[in-house]
């Protein structure tokens, strides 16, 4: 047969996958070649924050775990012979410890998810459920079960003499009259700290109200926090708050 | 369905075309749905279809028959997981398309076909030599796997980085919420040897909670200072480190003796060392996601991350191993997997499943995956030719050189013909269910009884007439679907002229598997196994993987049936002859004879009362399914039984080791202007011997052809 007449696959569009959507944004966040994809939702967070939230929740928990045991271990004083001084030592360091490495990690996470143009808010926010629970169910049972429950309404109101971009993550299961939220911090030691943040309460169907004010004179950068929720002194998320340069 | 959105696009560009000829080798998971792909009604009929499979039945790796007693015959234990999106997709649309009718067949919707199971099992072997299993029921996560997935939706390091530490901290918010109980029991209820334990599970628990915050804090303490430089290397830094590596120490040894705890710290510590791994090797920026590892081997990877040995020798991460079969060469002693394509398919498996962790099909792979496809390509006006091997493919080069490369002939062998020359009828109904048999239908055949004496899918088959197809007469397009092992012997051409090619077959390697199962006359608890049906790896070898079966029973068709029914399989090594008549023969003595030997020495241990006071198996509890008359005793017994040895080729399971992935060939770059190829072998993104890995691969072969299904529908090819 002739060669022209002979069909031929249509040349595609790429041969391969696009494994990390970051290395293939230009510098004004162009996307290279992605025909078929939206890969950044908009209202997604954006990398950063959730980087530092990851950052915050390694930390996070382990300073409680280890406040928890030292306490607990200095408490109970029984065996204690088999808890070695090292240990309690450790535990208690620790903590003490955990100030000066927070801002280590923060910068690590920060850089790694810097690059890494995380698109999609994606279930990650979520609780996590435990991979394990006892079989008491019979294994069979229906693999549907309702959503996840309503998050927490909060209101947001920010002061600010410049443009303030502000991600609030709150888990769902959270409840919005119990937060507490302290100090923002960047992860420069030497940026002074966001200090006018508070929660009030919510009550009488009106939602809980997260109040920031950013001074004229701080400088910008990202500044963040743990919101805890003081009945059980668990987090409940976490804010972010970017305060742009003077225009 | 919601999927459809896209079915009017193209529809007109495809009128007043000539139809494109496709020719279909192969008929396994990755080919059919090639040809499902390519016949969908919004490309109106532009590719017409022939799909060219050896022997009586399609499925391939998956596929399956029924035996005596239209008892359920497998290549091996096929489980679904819950994160096989465009495996689940396939089958949704199939069956709703299918639209089987209810009242007259029990598998109608695709509800039927696949059931959540959720418990699994990994096991441990104790100093003692005991192995002991750690159960876990998955709990259910949202959706449904195949429902369709949020617009824009992607999956990224940051998010599986984050999960993993919400993973860990559920571990450690489940030690802690054990602790009260212990500590709540009034002394006065206890003797002094219960509080003792009491107190002594508190302390443990509070060590654990301890050092997983310690070691593993300052493990990532020590990577931001690796990866960082610039921070000094002061005293307590040091400190810090040393103080690491030796509460690790102190702790693991003082867990050997508390088995519960020691499995929780064995997950944290792969958790947190897989975390520490991800952010070490720079996997968040790097353009070739977590391809960027896959020349290490996954454990070699996991030491290297800091994880504990005793954690990477787990039942955790053999499980991982042994349900990949990675063992290189079938040698035990050579466990190897990408550690690139591990994670990932961890990562997928724990953090992205919906429904069901597990899903298990209803009746054998090929009554639930092959028929239905088989069933709505007949309708979509596919044609199906049976008993035809290809032996050799041809090529042709144009004057365009290297870019003008291109498939020119098809050898195929015509294994048998059909009587009256029409096309065969391979189903059987079992049930109502339309069923693939374990042997052809030879009433169909012409001679045969000739034909009864052949084995149309082994390899070492052979007889039949030749039948040449050629380029722009008989097809002009090819999607080349069949098992990797089997290439070097069908593409001769290819694999000697194309370095690409030969590269290929040369590292992407294979292993042969092996599996039997049996069916038996006493129950489950009977047998000593009191828990729900469960699916356990890690297990001691030959067998490393069981699942508890029992629930097809109900799906064949015994005058008595039995009471329990269990699968086994795990890798097989090769032996010497492969070139010989007998090999398989030998093989299959071999299969026989592990099996014997395990449930004799090793099923004592999951089923302790399957075994008489000798500690050897109740061979007398095997079920006959062809009722036999004189029913042998003792081992002889077996033979009953079903077992397989899958040593032909294309049957072979598919290797993802490490430094290899980078060989594979994907169905989007073939490097001929005609040919596509579609298996668990291509490079599909998700490069592992498994069934989504087949469907990808299969979208991305019928995308190749017809630019549909576009690359964003495909779940997971756009994956780190
Ligand atoms: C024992 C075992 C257990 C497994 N368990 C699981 C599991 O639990 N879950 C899971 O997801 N995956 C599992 N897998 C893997 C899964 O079965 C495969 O990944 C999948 O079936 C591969 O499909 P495929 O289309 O790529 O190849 P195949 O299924 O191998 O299909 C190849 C096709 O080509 C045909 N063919 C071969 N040679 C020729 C020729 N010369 N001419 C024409 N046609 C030819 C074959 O007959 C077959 O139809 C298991 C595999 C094995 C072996």
Redesign the interface.
Known sequence: ?E?D??????T?????????????LGANGETARA???????AGGPD?VS??V??GY???D??????Q???R??SE?G??GG???A??QD??TR?AQ?SGE?MG??L??AQR??G??????A????R???????????????????S?PAASARVRLQVSSARPTEVTLDLRPECTATTLVVHSLRAVDPNLPRISDVGFTPAANDQPAVLTIRVAPEHPAGTYSAVIVDAKTNRPAGTVSVTVADHA | MIWYERLLVNEADTTEQKP?RVAVIGGGCAAMTAAFELTQPHLKGRYQITVYQPGWRLGGKGASGRGPSARIEEHGLHLWMGFYENAFRLMRECYGELARDPRTCPIADWRDAF?????IGVTDQLPSGEWQIW????????G?PGDKL??????????Y???T??????????I?QSEPAAAQASPSESNPSSLTEQ??R??EM??L??????T???A??E???G??AQ?PDNF?LRF?DA?TR??RA?LESRLAQNVPLRRVWQ?IDLTLATLRGM?RF?I????????AIDDYDCREWLLLCGASPSAVDSGWVRALYDLGFSYENGDLRRPRIAAGQALRSMLRA?FTY???FFWRMQAGMGDIVFAPLYEVLKRRGVRFEFFHRLRNVTLGT??AGAN?R?VAGLELEVQARVRGGGEYQPLVDINGVPCWPSLPLYEQLEDSDIMRQRHFESHWDSGGAQRLLA???DF??VVLGIGLGAVPHVCRELVARDARWRAMVDHVQTVATQAFQIWMTEDMAALGWR???INVSGFVEPFDTWADMQHLIGAEAWSQAPRALAYFCSVLPDLAGFDNADYPQRQRQQVRQNAVRFLNRDIGQLWPAATDGAGRFRWNILADAAQGNDLADGEDRFATQYWTANVNPSDRYILSLPGSTKYRI?P??TGY????VAGDWT?C?FNAGCVEAAVMSGRLAA???A?SP????IVG????
């Open positions: 047969m060669e007449e002979r069909w031929k696959r249509p595609p569009e790429r041969t391969q996958p696009i494994r990390n959507w970051s290395t293939i025909p078929h994809s939206n890969p950044t939702p990398p959730r980087a939230e990851l929740r390694v930390i928990e382990y300073i409680r775990q280890g928890n045991a030292a607990r271990f109970g029984m065996n088999a808890l070695t090292t240990w450790a535990a620790m410890l490495w280590l990690w910068e690590l790694a998810a690059s890494a143009g995380m698109p999609g994606g279930p990650a926010a609780a996590f459920s435990a991979p394990f629970t006892t079989p008491t169910a019979p294994p069979e049972a229906s693999p549907l079960r959503g | 494109v059931q959540a199971a959720p418990l159960k876990g029921m998955m709990p259910p996560s949202d449904l949020p617009a824009g939706h992607s999956w990224t390091i940051a998010d980085m984050l999960r530490v919400g993973l860990v901290r559920n571990l450690l918010e489940t802690r107190v002594q508190v302390l509070g060590e909670a301890t050092l997983a915050g310690l593993q804090g300052l990532l303490l990577m931001v200072i990866s960082l921070y307590v810090l103080l030796n509460a102190v997950v952010v720079g968040a920026a790097d353009p070739r996601g977590f391809d724990f919906r429904g069901s144009t004057t003008g291109y380029v722009g007469t002009d397009a828990d729900l049906p994907s989007l770059d202007d005609n040919l596509t490079a993104s995308h190749a052809i630019e576009p690359l964003n529908e090819y756009d994956h780190p």
